[in-house]
């Protein structure tokens, strides 16, 4: 059992200026990413990529009202996933802060306070459409059934603004992409598409690479967002492991003194002990004693064994009468700025995208989540800025493997999703990352810091933009895309190539638990792999360009971590300006900054060195025994990869690699040379 007083160790913690720049408004009353979002409203398609909290409503305000008065377009359609976000476009007096123009929906127009079922109400979308007014906000199954009752002709020169864009996919069995598909195609119809998820969880892509390609992206990172905040100082990101049931564990994470929400685990998963009313009652009981129902908002009250109440929301409740009066109390927009409205937060399905708690300082999730998507959302509740609140933490509560062998596999493929989801935030809260190159000709690229000593012509360099929260690094030997469509990946995508990559169960396998994988296996041929499979319209040479800039963003902020971790002594000074020196002290300390090196660098070393800090001794030995037992042969597929890296080898040395070479990479290339050689000579002999 782990005593209460077991703290959970951060797998990231990232610390940003405070800058207050991206609270900031311009004279039209717009904030810098509804800004930069405003300067391409003449778009017809535009892809608005954004994290929780950044203003992406509004800015679709901003986009829509220039569209209506200045574009032609004749009405203005947001659809939305759940009912709830569709708050997010209540009217809104822009004009007070300075633009030309109010927003306003009719009331009988915002179908998501409408009674009914969300897919039910198309016929309103049709009694839309034939009326004078311009704006309408509905769920996306009222929006897919309307284009499926009046055809996408009724639709010609209308704005579509589809909010939580991750919720469509290419994938055919999804009806509201392939309904897009077919306005696109028949283009007469403006789309805004807006995200807060940088990949998709299920990693299916969101548009076909056609159809993506007609659209204009304005990105705006994390990185941008955190930074720019007047309070928020530091994030912290990590996975905890418990033994026996979570509620009896779950003090030793869950802060009372902290504004919480807890997502406690589907009654499908291993976590559940199946009857989630008893484990809220257990969590309520391990807080203190109950002191009864709030008759007003009916939140629980609890005492705590300092004396102090605790106002509990519960979401979990299926009662009808007792959620929604729980749920209309959270929104009650009286209480938005009321830090003491609520203390502690317990949900299962709710309180996730779109649900907005400025004063969540801890979101705690009990349970892997299968969808990295959903993980960005929940982190993004306690990722706002409100007065006061200088830290936020995400924490992942997991059970450790127990003995039983099903189990042990369960619990090792949630461990794998943990900690490809800690590596895939870290890329996604780092700053972004521009590489080029190295080359005589090479100058500094204005508006970037190139360190103490400035710009060297003789080095590799790296180049920081704080406003930008972008690096420019010089890498001997890169590859450099050549098609649009390559740049495009190199520049918008790194992070869904990494997402497929971190979620690639084979790749992480190897990297943390077998002693004997070539890093090379990793990052040259799984990575090549995955390239090949997700962009297979692209030529060799795109395919490596992409390979190379994707391993290195993700080794350039695993190398920098590592550099972070140990010299971070002060925490107040760790984060995000210590992983901006970490970068900047490996690529000094290296002689050479070339792509070789990056990819002889196993890109879950530093996530193994943390998972040892965070689980017991015996429970990895377990994991480490389960992933040993499913050690793999080389396939085909892989031994045609090395092959071809034989071949590049030859170029280059004029020799093929040795079999019995002592460096390992030259010796795992001859094995997979000496393995289709076999595979023919078999096959030739039928």
């Given amino acids: 059992m782990i005593k209460k007083n077991h703290k959970n160790v951060p797998s990231v913690s990232v610390s940003y200026a405070q800058t207050g720049n991206a609270t900031k408004s311009n004279e039209l009353g717009m904030?810098?990413?509804?800004?930069?979002?405003?300067?391409?409203?003449?778009?017809?398609?535009?892809?608005?990529?954004?994290?929780?909290?950044?203003?992406?409503?509004?800015?679709?305000?901003?986009?829509?009202?220039?569209?209506?008065?200045?574009?032609?377009?004749?009405?203005?359609?947001?659809?939305?996933?759940?009912?709830?976000?569709?708050?997010?476009?209540?009217?809104?007096?822009?004009?007070?802060?300075?633009?030309?123009?109010?927003?306003?929906?009719?009331?009988?127009?915002n179908l998501c306070n409408a009674p009914g079922e969300d897919g039910s109400k198309a016929a309103s979308v049709g009694s839309f459409l034939e009326s004078d007014d311009q704006t309408l906000v509905c769920p996306h199954a009222t929006f897919r059934n309307a284009v499926e009752k009046f055809g996408i002709e009724a639709f010609d020169d209308c704005l579509i603004a589809v909010d939580e864009f991750h919720h469509v996919s290419a994938n055919p069995e999804n009806k509201l992409g392939a309904q897009l598909a077919e306005l696109i195609a028949r283009d007469k119809v403006h789309i805004v598409a807006m995200t807060g998820s940088y990949f998709r969880g299920d990693a299916e892509a969101v548009l076909m690479p056609h159809d993506e390609a007609k659209f204009e992206t304005v990105t705006y990172t994390y990185y941008e967002q955190l930074n720019g905040y007047k309070?928020?100082?530091?994030?912290?990101?990590?996975?905890?492991?418990?033994?026996?049931?979570?509620?009896?564990?779950?003090?030793?994470?869950?802060?009372?003194?902290?504004?919480?929400?807890?997502?406690?685990?589907?009654?499908?998963?291993?976590?559940?002990?199946?009857?989630k009313i008893k484990e809220v009652e257990h969590i309520l009981d391990e807080l203190g004693d109950w002191q009864g129902t709030d008759p007003t908002t009916g939140f629980q009250l609890v005492k705590t064994e300092d004396g102090r109440v605790l106002r509990i929301a519960d979401l979990v409740n299926d009662d009808p009468s007792k959620r929604d009066r729980v749920s209309a109390a959270l929104k009650d927009p009286a209480q938005k700025n009321n830090r003491d409205h609520v203390d502690i937060i317990i949900a299962l399905g709710m309180a996730k995208e779109g649900f907005d708690w400025i004063w969540c300082e801890h979101a705690l999730t009990v349970g892997y989540r299968s969808s990295l998507t959903e993980i960005v959302q929940i982190i993004g509740r306690a990722t706002r800025d409100a007065e006061g609140k200088t830290r936020a933490r995400f924490t992942n509560l997991i059970a450790e493997p127990d003995a039983a062998e099903d189990a042990v596999v369960d619990a090792v493929n949630d461990t794998l999703k943990a900690i490809a989801a800690s590596l895939l935030?870290?890329?996604?809260?780092?700053?972004?990352?521009?590489?080029?190159?190295?080359?005589?000709?090479?100058?500094?690229?204005?508006?970037?810091?190139?360190?103490?000593?400035?710009?060297?012509?003789?080095?590799?360099?790296?180049?920081?933009?704080?406003?930008?929260?972008?690096?420019?690094?010089?890498?001997?030997?890169?590859?450099?895309?050549?098609?649009?469509?390559?740049?495009?990946?190199?520049?918008?995508?790194?992070?869904?190539?990494?997402?497929?990559?971190?979620?690639?169960?084979?790749?992480?396998?190897?990297?943390?638990?077998?002693?004997?994988?070539?890093?090379?296996?990793?990052?040259?041929?799984?990575?090549?792999?995955?390239?090949?499979?997700?962009?297979?319209?692209?030529?060799?040479a795109d395919q490596e360009a992409v390979r190379q800039h994707a391993i290195a963003a993700l080794n350039l902020t695993q190398e920098a971590k590592k550099i972070a971790v140990g010299d971070d002594k002060d925490t107040e000074r760790g984060g995000s300006t210590a992983l901006i020196d970490g970068v900047r002290k490996y690529v000094t300390d290296v002689r050479e900054l070339d792509i070789d090196l990056i990819d002889r660098i196993n890109p879950f070393g530093e996530a193994y060195a943390i998972l040892a800090k965070t689980?017991?001794?015996?429970?990895?030995?377990?994991?480490?025994?389960?992933?040993?037992?499913?050690?793999?042969?080389?396939?085909?597929?892989?031994?045609?990869?090395?092959?071809?890296?034989?071949?590049?080898?030859?170029?280059?040395?004029?020799?093929?690699?040795?079999?019995?070479?002592?460096?390992?990479?030259?010796?795992?290339?001859?094995?997979?040379?000496?393995?289709?050689?076999?595979?023919?000579?078999?096959?030739a002999n039928g």
């Fill in 615 to 683: 689980m017991s001794e015996d429970s990895l030995k377990q994991v480490a025994a389960v992933i040993a037992g499913k050690k793999v042969s080389m396939t085909i597929e892989e031994a045609r990869e090395l092959a071809k890296r034989a071949l590049k080898f030859k170029q280059e040395r004029g020799r093929l690699p040795s079999i019995t070479s002592a460096d390992a990479w030259e010796k795992r290339m001859a094995e997979g040379v000496a393995y289709l050689a076999k595979a023919k000579a078999e096959a």
């Fill in 31 to 109: 904030r810098p990413m509804q800004e930069r979002a405003y300067e391409k409203r003449g778009e017809q398609y535009l892809l608005i990529k954004s994290p929780p909290a950044s203003g992406k409503s509004r800015a679709l305000m901003f986009i829509a009202l220039d569209k209506l008065h200045n574009q032609d377009v004749k009405k203005a359609i947001i659809t939305v996933p759940e009912k709830s976000i569709g708050a997010s476009f209540n009217d809104e007096p822009l004009t007070k802060f300075g633009f030309y123009y109010d927003w306003h929906v009719e009331p009988r127009w």
């Fill in 231 to 275: 309070w928020l100082k530091t994030l912290d990101i990590g996975y905890y492991f418990y033994s026996g049931p979570y509620a009896d564990e779950i003090l030793s994470v869950l802060d009372p003194t902290q504004k919480t929400i807890v997502h406690i685990p589907s009654v499908n998963s291993r976590e559940s002990t199946k009857d």
């Fill in 425 to 540: 935030m870290e890329q996604v809260l780092a700053p972004r990352f521009n590489f080029t190159p190295k080359n005589p000709n090479n100058a500094p690229v204005d508006g970037y810091d190139y360190g103490e000593g400035g710009y060297d012509p003789e080095k590799c360099n790296v180049g920081f933009n704080e406003e930008q929260g972008s690096f420019q690094i010089e890498i001997k030997g890169l590859a450099e895309p050549k098609s649009k469509e390559a740049e495009r990946i190199c520049q918008e995508d790194l992070n869904e190539v990494i997402t497929a990559f971190v979620q690639d169960k084979p790749s992480i396998e190897q990297g943390l638990f077998n002693e004997e994988v070539v890093p090379e296996e990793l990052t040259q041929v799984r990575m090549g792999k995955i390239i090949k499979d997700r962009y297979p319209e692209l030529d060799d």
